[in-house]
């Protein structure tokens, strides 16, 4: 007797790169002695096997169910719009690298059931490769070039190939295409120019390149002689600099001591009417101590001519004062002594 079957003759596996779309194929036939309901379900197959299958995807009574995977949640729609039509076929949008796994249709219409399985691999293209060069560009050094991408599924396999020049690599070149390393030994002058490299997977590839530019070698010895004396002439400025800093502060303090013990040394400024007062006192007390016996040599002082505090004589030297000629006052009006004043005559002699 005949009954139902799944007549998809596609290939079982299936290789597709992220963000890309693929239909994954299930049609089938009926026969007259399947008269039950039609069902449709796409299920994931876990690689571990002592895990249940999960259903993704459901067609029933002529309905769609399609929220039982929230991972493919409006990912995942049934290829024809009218499954029951034959065709069951499963379209997966916007692949993602979690989206490898073993598929599984299968189609029942009582009595008949029937299933398929396929496989998916999601792999990543190439991306974000990057070009560097390790090793000195110093003729007859060895150089290596590198290449390397951040993102791709394996395997992912690199060329390289020179884009200036003679466009072809050294003949002493090494290329390890697994790890995306080109060795160049013995490099010369030759060697510089732009070199690209291509890395590649099963869906998509990627680029980078890198310039190499061979110099001859490098005068070690005279930069560490210009270094020295650099450093040398740096000490000296700055030791002749601190020289200057303490000669300076050495002189501020010595001015400081000096005008310190000079202020110390200066008397402090008598008041003119202190020093008049003073003076006058003093002629006072010795003409009340006078007598006729001490009065001899005796020279009066005009009050008129009492020296300020800017008069200065020297040690060993008194005034000699012109004789005065204002008569002395009457003190007996005054109830006091009378005091006898002596006059200087022209020939010094006192009277």
């Known amino acids: 007797t005949r009954s139902l079957t799944i007549t998809s003759v596609d290939p079982s596996m299936f290789e597709k790169a992220q963000g890309e779309k693929v239909t994954l194929p299930c049609t089938f036939e009926l026969s007259e002695e399947d008269r039950g309901p ?7 197959i ?9 259903i993704i995807i459901m067609y029933s009574v002529d309905r769609t169910y399609n929220n039982y995977y929230a991972a493919k949640t409006g990912r995942m729609q049934f290829a024809h719009p009218d499954p029951k039509s034959g065709d069951g ?43 560097s060069i390790e090793g000195s560009q110093e003729i007859g050094k060895d150089v290596t070039l590198k290449c390397a ?47 690209h490299c291509v890395a590649s997977n099963r869906v998509g590839t990627d680029e980078c390149s890198v310039e190499l530019n061979v110099t001859p070698p490098v005068n070690t010895a005279g930069i560490i002689a210009g270094a020295i004396i650099g450093t040398l002439l740096g000490l000296s400025v700055l030791t002749f600099l601190v020289f200057c ?10 001015e400081k001591e000096v005008h310190h013990d000079i202020r110390e040394d200066v008397p402090p400024p008598k008041s003119r009417s202190s020093t008049a007062r003073s003076y006058i006192g003093s002629n006072r007390s010795s003409l009340g ?25 020297s040690p ?31 020939d010094g002699s006192i009277v």
């Open 38 to 44: 039609l069902d449709i379900e796409w299920g994931l």
């Open 46 to 54: 876990p690689a571990d096997s002592q895990m249940e299958e999960k």
């Open 89 to 131: 076929s499963l379209d997966i949008l916007n692949l993602k690298a979690a989206d490898t796994g073993t598929y599984q249709c299968k189609v029942k219409k009582a009595p008949g059931v029937q299933s398929k399985k396929m496989q998916l691999t999601v792999l990543v293209r190439p991306a974000r490769t990057k070009c």
């Open 149 to 195: 991408s951040q993102e791709g599924s394996p395997l992912l396999s690199y060329d390289w190939r020179r884009v200036s020049g003679t466009q072809e690599l050294p003949a002493i070149s090494v290329l390890n295409k697994n790890t995306g390393e080109l060795l160049l030994k013995n490099a010369s002058q030759e060697y510089s120019g732009t070199y």
């Open 245 to 254: 800093c303490c000669k300076k502060h050495r002189e501020k303090k010595y």
């Open 289 to 313: 101590s006078m007598s006729p016996s001490n009065m001899e040599g005796y020279t009066k002082t005009p009050y008129s001519q009492v020296p300020s505090e800017d008069f200065e004589r």
């Open 316 to 346: 060993g030297q008194n005034p000699t004062f012109a004789p005065s000629k204002v008569a002395a006052p009457n003190l007996s009006r005054m109830g006091a002594v009378p005091v006898m004043i002596p006059a200087q005559s022209k």
